[in-house]
Structures are given as C-alpha cells and as structure tokens.
C-alpha cells in the first residue's frame, strides 16, 4: 500500500491523471485509494492534487512570458475564470494579482509515504461473512468529526425517548447485535466538518418488517472486518479507527468497499468514560 501511494503521488505530477485507470492497473480501486490516502495524509486526494496543481502553476505565473489562459489549460482548466477561482483558493490572492506582486503563495510540497515500525500493540480482529441485513432506526445528518465527543450526535440520540431505545433493542434480531451508532453516506475521502448520515438503530434480517417511521439503510451481503477497542472514550475508539489505516490494512489481503460503518458498544461505564467497542467495516479481499 505504501509503494502504491507514492506511485499514485507521482502519476499527480503528470499533466494526465487519471485514478480510476491507475487502480484498475494496481488491482485496488479508487474507493480503496482515496479512502487510504485521506486516512494516511491527512487530506483528500482532490485536494492535494488541487494544491500540487496550483503550487506548480503559481511559478509560471510569477515567472511570465505565459498568457494566464494557457496556464489555465496546461493545468486543467477550461477558462481562466474556474483557473482564477482554484487558484485564489489556494493562495488567498488571485493568478493577475501575484503575477504583479509575486505573492502571497502557500506551496504544497510533493508528499512521500514511509512505512514507520508500528504494530507493537496487537489489534483485535476478526474476519466475518454477513447475508444482508438492514440497519433501522432513527437517522440524521451531522458533521464528520475525528477527534472527541460529536455534539450532534449526542444532540440526535438525547432526543429520542427512553422508550424508543427499548423498541429498537426489541426490534433487532441479527449481528451486529444490540444498539448501533452507523455512519453512511460519507465520501471515501471526506473532509473533517462535511456532512454524512448517522443512524442510531438496530440490525434485523432482509425479511424483518420494519416500522414506517423508523428509516432503513439495506446492506448487501458481503465480507465485514470487526475491530475491538477498551479504554477511554471515545479516545479508544478513534484511535483505533485510524490505526485500521495506519497498521492493519497496509499489512492485511484486505480493501475497504462502500458499505457502512458500524459501532457497536459492548460494555461501558455508568458514565461512558470508559467503554469496550467493535468497530465492523465493509471489506472485500485485495
């Protein structure tokens, strides 16, 4: 995985860059890659190639002797109008302005990948075959958060009555088992504050009748990959998820694949500051 990021980092520098033919010759795919490289970097691969384009053009354009359109073009850009805008994103001052003052620029160096030894802590996994199920409960939208307590999630979940976590527990009847925090509908390489789905519900089997006001998410049968974590929370927890890209699928025949991801919380303390979670991920072999 690491020797194929830094693949992907080069082909970035070429004026064609074109990911989905680039993980198809890798044997991967663009879901895997992006998901990876934004876990491992920090950053979406859209943006870093924004950035990477806009470092290497900012020197033609101070440079001169090119009118800004040709620029714009050599670059990607249709007109110079979507060049302006791309690049004023970047550096905080338009192509004609810069090219007048020489600045202000904000570079983005070429990244390296390198493997670092990790690992000493052994992860707890397992590896799981799943006939579809569906995900009911009671959904939302918040903002992706990597790090601490997400208040809109504790805002959705303080919302429901007591009750309606008792008809939930009730209502489900396959694994993952118990009640679930489940994040869908996020970009495989979301920026922290964009916006996914978050349903706090139950799993039931493809044929369960679900109620009308509960809203559903079906998960087609398929390969799961179910992480253990103890400890504070949600520290614990979070670490652990970034941990799955920094250690367990660069060495692991697996790859993420759209699906879910789903938190079940096994044991905690009275006053969740400290709690035992599985982490399930959508997998499929690399």
Not at 14 to 30: I, K
Not at 212 to 219: H, R
Not at 230 to 256: I, V
Not at 270 to 285: G, I, K, N, R
């Amino acid at each position: 995985m690491i020797s194929m990021l830094n693949r992907l980092v080069e082909l970035v520098e070429g004026e064609e860059f074109d990911l989905a033919r680039f993980a198809r010759r890798q044997g991967t795919t663009e879901y895997h890659l992006r998901r990876m490289f934004s876990s491992l970097s920090g950053m979406p691969l859209s943006e870093y190639v924004r950035r990477r384009r806009m470092t290497v053009a900012a020197a033609e354009v101070v440079r001169g002797g090119t009118d800004l359109l040709t620029i714009a073009v050599r670059h990607g850009y249709g007109s110079a109008e979507a060049f302006g805008r791309a690049f004023r994103a970047v550096h905080g001052a338009g192509p004609g302005e810069v090219r007048r003052d020489g600045g202000p620029l904000r570079s983005q160096p070429q990244l390296r990948f390198r493997l670092t030894v990790e690992g000493s802590n052994p992860m707890d996994t397992r590896i799981t075959e799943r006939p579809a199920f569906r995900l009911a409960g009671h959904a939302t939208r918040v903002p992706l958060i990597h790090e601490g307590v997400n208040p809109r999630i504790q805002q959705h979940i303080a919302s429901l009555p007591v009750e309606e976590h008792a008809r939930l527990k009730a209502l489900g009847n396959t694994d993952p088992a118990g009640i679930l925090a489940v994040t869908d509908d996020a970009a495989p390489d979301a920026v922290e504050g964009s916006e996914l789905t978050y349903l706090h519900g139950v799993a039931v089997t493809a044929a369960t009748p679900v109620p009308d006001d509960l809203d559903v998410i079906d998960v087609p049968a398929g390969t799961w990959v179910v992480f253990r974590s103890s400890g504070p929370h949600p520290r614990a927890l979070q670490t652990m998820w970034a941990a799955t890209a920094t250690e367990w699928f660069p060495s692991n025949p697996w790859r993420l694949r759209p699906g879910p991801s789903i938190t079940v919380t096994l044991e905690h303390a009275a006053d969740f500051s400290t709690a035992t979670c599985e982490l399930w991920m959508a997998v499929e072999p690399a």
